[in-house]
């Protein structure tokens, strides 16, 4: 049996009947509020007294979900940007403002963009490096071996940084994840900057790759789980195009410094700022809200603990007050459940072949052929490495070389930025 209603600020909702199988949204009214539904099924007396809600009576502005034992529900919509909390297919929706997604999201894309620009720097480092007048050094005659090594060194040290934050993400934490990120960034950088020798730049390369093995890992998860639900794909999507901006910023300062004698130390040295700006701003936010709950969920310290601690970093990260935030105790309530069920699910024992069957076998070669044709294609060998092959296709001047990098960066975050948000 349907029901069909339509809700006027302060007016009553008729009882519903006392076997509802279906009720469906309902039309438009010319009210600010748009419309309510309710689904489900629950008991209910035959003949229950109508109710009245005032918008201004709610805990909150947006939406009012109620809850029964039966998971009937009901949403009164006033309109505004609204999102589900943390992902957990709460009940509740939330307003958010962008300026508290801001800087959530701004703080964990430099770990991107960091990246990114040590692509494109190292394009005009090793032109630089390498050049009698430019490098100011007396060991600028490198090897096709240690020029390789300089440019892969970073690569390297990001392989390693994946493996080693494997076993120590759930521990770390994502914030301090990226913190760490930001200290391993700003320390390659300074010491790339000011090596004395191909030792010691090797060396500041590899540790400039450790983090951008933490910072890969932890920057996604950390805006996935911080931001709302409603934008969720499109910061991670901002977070891929931060990435582009930086190869662009690296060529950009590679064109800038390319006929300065010693310029590839700033090439390098130009990221630790950047560096130090991304870890005093993660040090300025919460720890992700469903870290803690997983914290708890595995039992790594008094549930009622890290509960208490969600709630406040919910609150704080969407601008809230904690005192009689009740929007961030359901949102944190209904994540907790959620998490619970989830990790339930994960003890079950599964077997490793179940990986290549149905869906999952569609996913593994969707994201694993992903990864392969990106790398098979040769593009981060060319934009690794684009001054120097621009210089060998006829660029010969190293400014002429580093200004068409400047136009492959343009055209690539141009492109990136095209591409439709998720």
Same mark, same amino acid.
């Given at each position: 049996?349907?029901?069909?209603?339509?809700?006027?600020?302060?007016?009553?909702? !008729? %009882? %519903?009947?006392?076997?509802p =199988?279906?009720?469906?949204?309902?039309?438009?009214?010319?009210?600010s509020?748009?419309? @309510?539904?309710?689904s489900?099924?629950?008991?209910?007396?035959?003949?229950?007294?109508?109710?009245?809600?005032?918008?201004?009576?709610t805990?909150?502005?947006?939406?009012?979900?109620? =809850?029964?034992?039966?998971?009937?529900?009901?949403e009164?919509? +006033?309109?505004?940007?609204? +999102?589900?909390s943390?992902?957990?297919?709460?009940?509740?929706?939330?307003?958010?403002s962008?300026?508290?997604?801001?800087?959530?999201?701004?703080? !964990?894309?430099?770990?991107?963009?960091?990246?990114?620009?040590?692509?494109?720097?190292?394009?005009?480092?090793?032109?630089?490096?390498?050049?009698?007048?430019?490098?100011?050094?007396?060991?600028?005659?490198?090897?096709?071996?240690?020029?390789?090594?300089?440019?892969?060194g970073?690569l390297?040290?990001?392989l390693?940084?994946?493996?080693?934050?494997?076993?120590?993400?759930?521990? &770390?934490?994502?914030?301090?994840?990226?913190?760490?990120?930001?200290?391993l960034?700003?320390?390659?950088?300074s010491?790339?900057?000011?090596?004395?020798?191909?030792?010691?730049?090797?060396?500041?390369?590899?540790?400039?790759? &450790?983090?951008?093995?933490?910072?890969?890992?932890?920057?996604?998860?950390?805006?996935?789980?911080?931001?709302?639900?409603?934008?969720r794909?499109?910061?991670?999507?901002?977070?891929?195009?931060?990435?582009?901006?930086?190869?662009?910023?690296g060529?950009f300062?590679g064109?800038?410094?390319?006929?300065?004698?010693?310029?590839?130390?700033?090439?390098f040295?130009?990221?630790?700022?950047i560096?130090?700006?991304?870890?005093?701003?993660?040090?300025?936010?919460?720890p992700? %809200?469903?870290?803690?709950l997983?914290?708890?969920?595995?039992?790594?310290?008094?549930?009622?603990? @890290?509960?208490?601690?969600a709630?406040?970093?919910?609150?704080?990260?969407?601008g809230?007050?904690? +005192?009689?935030?009740k929007?961030?105790?359901?949102?944190?309530e209904?994540?907790?459940?959620s998490?619970?069920?989830?990790? +339930?699910d994960?003890?079950?024992?599964t077997?490793?072949?179940?990986? @290549?069957?149905?869906?999952?076998?569609?996913?593994?070669i969707?994201?694993?052929?992903?990864?392969?044709?990106?790398?098979?294609?040769?593009? !981060?060998?060319?934009?690794?490495?684009?001054?120097?092959?621009?210089?060998?296709?006829?660029?010969?001047?190293?400014?002429?070389?580093?200004?068409?990098?400047?136009?492959?960066?343009?055209?690539?975050?141009?492109?990136?930025?095209?591409?439709?948000?998720?």
């Amino acid at each position: 049996m349907s029901l069909r209603a339509s809700l006027q600020l302060g007016s009553k909702i !008729p %009882p %519903p009947t006392s076997n509802p =199988s279906r009720i469906r949204p309902p039309k438009k009214s010319q009210s600010s509020v748009t419309s @309510f539904f309710c689904s489900g099924s629950a008991k209910r007396s035959t003949n229950p007294p109508p109710r009245t809600i005032f918008l201004s009576q709610t805990p909150f502005s947006g939406r009012v979900a109620l =809850s029964s034992s039966r998971r009937s529900k009901l949403e009164v919509q +006033a309109g505004g940007e609204e +999102a589900d909390s943390l992902g957990s297919g709460s009940l509740y929706r939330e307003e958010f403002s962008w300026s508290s997604v801001i800087l959530p999201f701004l703080f !964990p894309a430099l770990g991107g963009l960091l990246f990114g620009y040590d692509i494109g720097a190292t394009s005009g480092a090793t032109i630089s490096l390498q050049s009698a007048e430019l490098s100011g050094t007396t060991w600028f005659n490198l090897s096709a071996v240690q020029l390789g090594l300089v440019v892969s060194g970073s690569l390297y040290g990001a392989l390693l940084g994946s493996i080693a934050v494997y076993p120590l993400a759930d521990f &770390l934490g994502r914030r301090r994840e990226l913190i760490i990120a930001a200290i391993l960034y700003a320390l390659g950088g300074s010491l790339t900057s000011y090596a004395s020798g191909l030792t010691i730049l090797l060396i500041g390369r590899l540790i400039y790759g &450790l983090g951008i093995g933490l910072a890969m890992h932890g920057a996604p998860l950390y805006i996935a789980e911080t931001c709302p639900t409603q934008i969720r794909g499109t910061l991670i999507s901002l977070k891929e195009l931060a990435i582009v901006l930086g190869i662009l910023l690296g060529y950009f300062v590679g064109n800038h410094e390319i006929n300065v004698v010693g310029g590839w130390r700033v090439m390098f040295g130009f990221s630790a700022p950047i560096a130090l700006f991304m870890g005093i701003g993660m040090m300025s936010l919460p720890p992700s %809200p469903r870290w803690l709950l997983l914290r708890a969920v595995q039992g790594k310290g008094h549930l009622e603990e @890290f509960r208490e601690k969600a709630i406040g970093a919910l609150s704080k990260l969407r601008g809230r007050q904690r +005192a009689g935030d009740k929007v961030s105790e359901k949102q944190i309530e209904d994540a907790l459940v959620s998490l619970k069920t989830a990790y +339930a699910d994960e003890e079950t024992e599964t077997s490793f072949l179940e990986l @290549f069957q149905g869906s999952s076998l569609k996913a593994l070669i969707i994201g694993g052929g992903l990864v392969l044709f990106q790398q098979i294609t040769g593009q !981060p060998s060319v934009l690794y490495y684009a001054g120097p092959i621009l210089q060998t296709a006829g660029f010969s001047a190293a400014s002429d070389a580093t200004r068409v990098s400047v136009i492959i960066g343009i055209f690539k975050s141009l492109m990136t930025g095209s591409c439709p948000k998720g």
